[in-house]
């Protein structure tokens, strides 16, 4: 999944402004208890962190 995907469904399930806010202060644990932007920093895929958030937000089946 490329990153412009993520963030559009990202700003597609929350919003553009809440997407941005959930990206910078959510703590998933399935992240390993880092926020979004912290585990795309890290490096980690953005299809793996697009699943912690379906997981954690319960996102319609939809956007998985």
Do not use: H
Request: hydrophobic share 45%; proline share 2%.
């Amino acid at each position: 999944m490329r990153l412009t995907v993520f963030w559009d469904r990202m700003n597609q399930q929350f919003g553009e402004a809440y997407a941005q806010s959930v990206a910078k202060d959510y703590v998933i644990a399935d992240l390993g208890g880092r926020t979004v932007e912290q585990a795309l920093a890290d490096g980690e895929a953005a299809k793996r962190v697009w699943q912690a958030v379906c997981a954690t937000f319960d996102v319609p089946q939809t956007l998985r």
